[in-house]
């Protein structure tokens, strides 16, 4: 394949250190979160009937048991509209007081006009500001660092942000990355704060040297070289966590909790040593809907968010990477 080509003539350089957008201390708060997954489950034993991939070894090295996969008539949009109407609810927030939506998606409903612009149409914001946001399995992360900074300017007072992909629509079901992902949407309401809610710092970067890794060519389904994604993916995440606790100014000791991007679980295993935060404080779901890729994150946030799973003072990590390589951390904490 051209990209495992590529990447076996341009390795990792380790001494390379791309040059990364950080935040400066600031207040957030989340308000709300919701999520929606489609209703139809794919296993890995009724996958393998038609690729090649050994069922038992998906589990046990990528942790993925089955993922949902959206009926024809369904789209990204649909799947965002069903978790932006559950954290709307949840929330006891009204639609019209929504001044930005940001909605990370690699996979939109159309060319033009952006998602977001046709979440927008499905929700009733009225007049408010939406924009779509493209680093793949990073967008969520990219998306939320630029709803945080739309607050904390005062440009905005409460944004929403959605994460929604639908990959099965950009999957080669013959193939043996077939395994890998998932369709589902996360979402998560927030506002401006007072100098008592939460704090929230974050730093993105992209290191174009890994852009070969992984693609979807137009009108085509997605490419990856597998091991040129995990070792840059482990690099930029463990990099980008590293700058959010020194903004921070707070140890992997201290951290609470963890909402990962969940690619595999072989690399979060890693990231887990590598940050020095056990892998029990990872808020995981990929056993049962695989790489559902920008909404891995704020899937798994709303999953925890309504079992109760944060307490007021806990600091929680977010992090992810995704094709470009696109690579972000964020750390919030409880007020």
């Known amino acids: 394949m051209e990209l495992t080509r590529k990447w076996q003539e341009s390795p990792v350089d380790q001494t390379f250190r791309p040059r990364a957008v950080k935040s400066s201390e600031g207040n957030v708060r989340i308000i709300s979160s919701g999520h929606s997954v489609p209703v139809k489950i794919l296993s890995n034993a009724a996958l393998s009937t038609s690729s090649p991939i050994d069922a038992e070894w998906v589990e046990r090295k990528l942790g993925i048991r089955e993922r949902r996969i959206v009926e024809s008539s369904e789209t990204t949009s649909d799947l965002a509209f069903r978790a932006c109407k559950q954290a709307l609810e949840l929330g006891d927030v009204a639609e019209g007081s929504v001044d930005l939506l940001i909605v990370a998606t690699a996979t939109p409903d159309k060319q033009a006009p952006s998602t977001a612009c046709i979440l927008s149409a499905k929700l009733g914001l009225c007049r408010a500001a939406a924009f779509d946001v493209s680093a793949v399995c990073c967008g969520f992360i990219y998306a939320l660092a630029t709803a945080s900074l739309f607050l904390k300017s005062g440009a905005a007072n409460r944004v929403l942000v959605v994460g929604a992909d639908t990959f099965s629509r950009v999957t080669d079901w ?60 482990r690099r930029l995440i463990r990099e980008s966590v590293s700058d959010v606790l020194s903004i921070a100014g707070v140890s992997s000791n201290e951290i609470a909790s963890v909402i990962p991007h969940q690619a595999s679980l072989t690399l979060l295993r890693d990231v887990s040593g590598d940050i020095g935060v056990s892998l029990d404080k990872f808020h995981l779901n990929m056993n049962r809907l695989a790489n559902t890729a920008g909404g891995t994150v704020p899937i798994a946030f709303s999953e925890a968010w309504q079992d109760n799973a944060f307490k007021a003072e806990d600091w929680t990590l977010f992090f992810a990477a995704g094709a470009g390589m696109t690579a972000g951390a964020a750390l919030y904490q409880w007020s």
């Open 174 to 233: 013959n193939s043996q990355d077939s395994a890998f992902f998932g369709d589902g949407a996360g979402a998560i309401i927030l506002e401006r704060g007072g100098e008592t809610h939460g704090r929230f710092v974050f730093s993105l970067t992209a290191d174009t040297q890994g852009v070969d890794c992984f693609a979807i060519p137009a009108r085509g389904t997605f490419e990856m070289d597998g091991r040129g994604v995990y070792k840059f993916a």
